[in-house]
């Protein structure tokens, strides 16, 4: 059974840091492309970072230089470092696993993790 387990979100003023963890279970953790998502009140989720199997780094162009994204294989746990967080990030989170078998796409998602920044 695959588990994408959040933490770390909260309750930050705005230009405070806050940093998530994801911790996996049931998958082969360094096999999968990890990736942070998020979703705000009545907007539709929107792509954060990724991080493929072997390293390398995506991000949406906002958060670029804000936000960074990285990997413990040897956790599996996948982390985001939020700094100068502004009320636009308010959001709920969603830690994502995707990987191709074959011609398949595989995708899990974790149950999210409120990050709320005061202004």
């Known amino acids: 059974q695959v588990q994408l387990v959040e933490s770390g979100g909260g309750l930050v003023q705005a230009g405070g840091s806050l940093r998530l963890s994801c911790a996996a279970s049931?998958?082969?953790?360094?096999?999968?492309?990890m990736g942070w998502y998020r979703q705000a009140p009545g907007k539709q989720r929107e792509l954060v970072a990724t991080?493929?199997?072997?390293?390398?780094?995506t991000y949406a162009d906002s958060l670029k230089g804000r936000f960074t994204i990285s990997r413990d294989n040897a956790k599996n746990t996948v982390y985001l470092q939020m700094n100068s967080l502004k009320p636009e990030d308010t959001a709920v989170y969603y830690c994502?696993?995707?990987?191709?078998?074959?011609?398949?796409?595989?995708?899990?998602w974790g149950q999210g993790t409120q990050v709320t920044v005061s202004s």
């Open positions: 994502n696993a995707a990987i191709r078998i074959l011609t398949s796409p595989h995708n899990y």
């Open positions: 049931g998958i082969i953790f360094s096999s999968y492309a």
């Open positions: 991080i493929t199997s072997g390293g390398i780094t």
